[in-house]
Structures are given as structure tokens and as C-alpha cells.
């Protein structure tokens, strides 16, 4: 037997919702029904609208630039360059690290600007010693957003000229704790509060915001954080009368794990997994190819220089550094105070950089959890499309089984409603023709108060399946 389309059970839990509306008065989640579409959300971010609700994380040292960010951009999500380590393109970056990345950074926006007029965003670390610089950068270049990574951007925010130039911003975190720190502290140096939150949970590739205990603790998963940073977001929100979206990625990989993560309550997710192996990513074939060729098995954490746990696919350039086998390299600069590379045996961001440019026995691939998943490379559109119809399939399912579920409760509904009806009758009739009978009449309220109590509670209960739909819906 042939399943139902989305539509086609949208359309019937539109019947029901304009059915249901003189009995149960839910008039804000009936009206959300049914002015509801198949189609996945846009994210909203002030007066900025991607129709596809994904942002495209920012991955350093030369992974998303130009060509994979205006491929997402065009897509309809939010296309991110990735500032971190960009110099490595130039053939001066040893002489100059830090002209370098800045000239690499401003050609990228300007390629991508070029590519599309889509949403285009950048990804900046607060660790990096040119962090201003870049910052500088990305508002004359007036770029759409800025993301915020590696450490809180508290400090020495050039907010105004932030807001002069319409750029948003994003601070990526891992915590609720870090969100109520960065908007307070926001709200006393500048009077205002940043545009959107990104939450980057353990399962995702590259650096990590959490200690190596923590990666499988349920504690610090999206849906244990995602609600907590929504219920700390709603004071600020209410005082600047702003919605602030939450964006949430780490792990998500498939259309159900997105609706999965806005049924959380996000607006958005943050991929970049999934982004890698498309021909539209700006590395060597040779790396997306290292994607497509891992097992679950080699996906592990290493110790980074820059002294954090990072997911990467683990090779032999990794158990070489951790043996004590130590590549000849030079620093260009100290582009990060933090940076260890003398105990660590290896500069990153020439290993990360070797690793572009499909030099994978003399450097390593970052990658997501999920990154074993991958099985072929493929186009942005297709992955995006790919993605949406995976999305919708799980709506699809979800309704399926709330429809379902509503139906049932209807029909007892009904039939509660016809026995509540016969017993006032029945109790009627017997105040008329039986006033003296009270053991008779007695047991007939009793039976009516049995009823109507059950009539209740199946309202109840058909109000909350109509809550669930609206939900995925909305």
C-alpha cells in the first residue's frame, strides 16, 4: 500500500485542525497549522533570509573558501569563507604571515560576492593574533555575517562599525553558560547584543570546545544544550525585542538530523561534514577522497598544538607526531599566542594545509563523527537537495504517526461525545418519570460524570497531538 505524501497529509491534518476548531480552542496552534507548508523554515537572522535553513561551517586553512561558500550562498543557505590560516594560499606567506592572510581573505569575499548574491558569511578565530585585522577586513568588505570561534568575543567588539557597515554577528559556543557571559557582557561595554548564536556540539570535526570526558557525556549534546541556550536567550531578547536565532551543528548529517535539531527548537544547523566531499569544496580531490575512503574506526581525537582536542581522521602523520617523530618546519609568525608546535612535534597549520593540497602523508583531514557516512562526492545542489528531501521525509513520518494517533483519539472522541449525549438524555428522562428513584438517578450521574471526565481527557489529549503537529510544522 501506498504511504501518504507529506501533502497529502498535511491537507488532511489542515481538515481536522478547521474541523476541530469549535471544540478545541487552540486558535494560535490551529492558525500554524493550517497556514503551514511542506517546505523546510528560513532562518531569520534581523534582515537576513536563507531560505534553506543550513549554515555552511567555516572550515580553516583553505577548505571553504570562495567556491564553496558562494556554491552554498546560491543554494539558499549561508556560504562561510573561512579566515583561519587563508594566507597558506599566497606564495609570500613566509615572508609576511599576517599581510598574507589578510590580502587571501578580502580576494575570497570579493571571489565569493562575485559568484553570488546569496547570504555570504565569514568564520574568524577570537585566538588568532590578526583577529582584529580579519574583523577589519570582513566590515569593509561588508560581508552579510561574521562568526565568531575560538574563544568569546567580548573585548574590543568594534560594534558600532559592526552595525554602520550591516554586518551581523555570530558567536560560536559550547555552552549556555558562554551565551549568558558574551550578551552580558555585551549589554554593559556596548548597549546591544549579537545577531544569532551558533552551538558546535562534541560530534563535530576539527577543533573542540569540550574536554575529552566530555565528547559522549548526554550532558553536552545538542539536545541537552540547545533548550538551555533558548531559555537563557529569551531575557535578552525581550529587553532589545529582538529574536535571537540559535543555530546548532556538530554531528548533523542527514535531512532527519535536521529536522531533528529544529524540532529542538534551533532555527538552523551548521554543517560542514557534509560540505567537504562535494566538488564545489575549495581542497584537493585527494582530501574530500579521504572522506569518502575512512571507516568509523579511524575517525578519533588528537592533541592539538593549539592545545585542544580536535576529531580527525586518523593516519600515519598523526601516530608519527604522537611517537615523537617530528617533520622539519618553520613558523611563518606566531598567528596564535596558545600555539605548542615545538612540544607537539608539528606545525597545524602546515600539516591542515599539506592535507588541502592532498599531501596526506605529510599532514591529516579534520572531520565530523559522522564523516564515515560519506560514500561519494557530490554536487553542493544535489547534497542540499539530498538534504531537504530527507528533511521532509521525517516530517512526513512524524505526521504520519500524529495524524494517526489523532484519528484514533477522534473516534473515541466521538464516541465518548455520543455516550455523554445518551446518558444526559437517560438522566433526564428519569428526573421526569422516576423523581424518586435516587439510587437510580445516582448511578446515572455517576455514569455521566464518568463520561464527560473521559470526554475531557481525550480533548486533552487530541489538543496535545494538534500541539506535536504544529511543532513539527513550525
Known amino acids: 500500500m501506498k504511504k501518504p505524501t507529506i501533502q497529502a497529509i498535511l491537507s488532511r491534518l489542515k481538515q481536522e485542525a478547521q474541523a476541530c476548531k469549535a471544540f478545541l480552542h487552540l486558535e494560535q496552534t490551529l492558525d500554524r497549522i493550517l497556514k503551514a507548508t511542506t517546505t523546510w523554515p528560513a532562518l531569520r537572522i534581523g534582515d537576513l533570509v536563507a531560505p534553506t535553513p543550513i549554515?555552511?561551517?567555516?572550515?580553516?586553512?583553505?577548505?571553504?573558501?570562495?567556491?564553496?561558500?558562494?556554491?552554498?550562498?546560491?543554494?539558499?543557505?549561508?556560504?562561510?569563507?573561512?579566515?583561519?590560516?587563508?594566507?597558506?594560499?599566497?606564495?609570500?606567506?613566509?615572508?609576511?604571515?599576517?599581510?598574507?592572510?589578510?590580502?587571501?581573505?578580502?580576494?575570497?569575499?570579493?571571489?565569493?560576492?562575485?559568484?553570488?548574491?546569496?547570504?555570504?558569511?565569514?568564520?574568524?578565530?577570537?585566538?588568532?593574533?590578526?583577529?582584529?585585522?580579519?574583523?577589519?577586513v570582513a566590515i569593509e568588505e561588508k560581508v552579510d555575517i561574521v562568526f565568531l570561534g575560538a574563544g568569546l568575543?567580548?573585548?574590543?567588539?568594534?560594534?558600532?562599525?559592526?552595525?554602520?557597515?550591516?554586518?551581523?554577528?555570530?558567536?560560536?559556543?559550547?555552552?549556555?553558560?558562554?551565551?549568558?557571559?558574551?550578551?552580558?557582557?555585551?549589554?554593559?561595554?556596548?548597549?546591544?547584543?549579537?545577531?544569532?548564536?551558533?552551538?558546535e556540539g562534541p560530534l563535530a570535526g576539527g577543533h573542540l570546545g569540550f574536554s575529552a570526558e566530555q565528547l559522549d557525556d548526554p550532558s553536552y549534546q545538542l539536545e541537552?544544550?540547545?533548550?538551555?541556550?533558548?531559555?537563557?536567550?529569551?531575557?535578552?531578547?525581550?529587553?532589545?525585542?529582538?529574536?535571537?536565532?540559535?543555530?546548532?551543528?556538530?554531528?548533523?548529517?542527514?535531512?532527519?538530523?535536521?529536522?531533528?535539531?529544529?524540532?529542538?527548537?534551533?532555527?538552523?544547523?551548521?554543517?560542514?561534514?557534509?560540505?567537504?566531499?562535494?566538488?564545489?569544496?575549495?581542497?584537493?580531490?585527494?582530501?574530500?577522497?579521504?572522506?569518502v575512503d575512512c571507516t568509523k574506526e579511524q575517525i578519533g581525537l588528537i592533541k592539538s598544538p593549539v592545545g585542544m582536542p580536535g576529531r580527525a581522521i586518523r593516519n600515519s602523520f598523526i601516530q608519527d607526531s604522537e611517537d615523537g617523530k617530528r617533520p622539519a618546519f618553520t613558523c611563518a609568525w606566531k598567528c596564535l599566542a596558545t600555539c605548542k608546535a615545538q612540544a607537539a612535534n608539528y606545525c597545524i597549520s602546515i600539516a591542515l594545509n599539506n592535507a588541502r593540497r592532498g599531501l596526506l602523508n605529510s599532514g591529516f583531514v579534520f572531520a565530523g563523527a559522522n564523516a564515515?557516512?560519506?560514500?561519494?562526492?557530490?554536487?553542493?545542489?544535489?547534497?542540499?537537495?539530498?538534504?531537504?528531501?530527507?528533511?521532509?521525509?521525517?516530517?512526513?513520518?512524524?505526521?504520519?504517526?500524529?495524524?494517526?494517533?489523532?484519528?484514533?483519539?477522534?473516534?473515541?472522541?466521538?464516541?465518548?461525545?455520543?455516550?455523554?449525549?445518551?446518558?444526559?438524555?437517560?438522566?433526564?428522562?428519569?428526573?421526569?418519570?422516576?423523581?424518586?428513584?435516587?439510587?437510580v438517578l445516582a448511578n446515572l450521574k455517576r455514569q455521566y460524570s464518568k463520561a464527560a471526565l473521559q470526554l475531557d481527557r481525550l480533548k486533552l489529549k487530541m489538543t496535545e497531538a494538534f500541539a506535536t503537529s504544529s511543532i513539527l510544522l513550525a
Open 224 to 291: 541537552a544544550i540547545v533548550p538551555q541556550i533558548i531559555e537563557t536567550l529569551k531575557g535578552f531578547e525581550s529587553e532589545y525585542g529582538r529574536s535571537i536565532p540559535v543555530i546548532a551543528g556538530g554531528g548533523v548529517y542527514s535531512g532527519k538530523d535536521i529536522h531533528r535539531v529544529l524540532s529542538l527548537g534551533a532555527s538552523a544547523v551548521q554543517m560542514a561534514t557534509r560540505f567537504v566531499a562535494t566538488e564545489e569544496c575549495d581542497a584537493d580531490r585527494r582530501f574530500k577522497q579521504a572522506y
Open 372 to 439: 564515515y557516512r560519506v560514500k561519494k562526492i557530490v554536487t553542493v545542489p544535489s547534497l542540499v537537495r539530498e538534504l531537504e528531501i530527507g528533511y521532509q521525509r521525517s516530517v512526513q513520518a512524524r505526521l504520519a504517526r500524529v495524524l494517526s494517533r489523532f484519528e484514533v483519539l477522534k473516534d473515541e472522541y466521538q464516541k465518548a461525545e455520543a455516550m455523554v449525549t445518551e446518558l444526559a438524555k437517560r438522566y433526564e428522562q428519569a428526573l421526569l418519570s422516576l423523581p424518586h428513584q435516587t439510587e
Open 55 to 136: 549554515v555552511q561551517g567555516g572550515m580553516g586553512v583553505g577548505i571553504s573558501l570562495s567556491s564553496l561558500a558562494s556554491a552554498v550562498a546560491n543554494a539558499g543557505g549561508i556560504g562561510v569563507v573561512a579566515a583561519n590560516g587563508i594566507g597558506l594560499l599566497e606564495p609570500d606567506y613566509y615572508q609576511d604571515g599576517q599581510q598574507a592572510n589578510l590580502r587571501a581573505f578580502r580576494r575570497e569575499i570579493r571571489k565569493a560576492r562575485e559568484l553570488s548574491k546569496g547570504i555570504i558569511g565569514v568564520n574568524i578565530m577570537v585566538a588568532v593574533n590578526d583577529f582584529h585585522q580579519l574583523l577589519d
Open 153 to 199: 568575543p567580548i573585548k574590543n567588539i568594534p560594534v558600532q562599525k559592526l552595525r554602520s557597515a550591516r554586518v551581523k554577528i555570530a558567536p560560536i559556543v559550547s555552552s549556555a553558560r558562554a551565551v549568558d557571559m558574551i550578551f552580558r557582557m555585551w549589554t554593559k561595554l556596548y548597549q546591544d547584543i549579537p545577531d544569532a548564536v551558533v552551538f
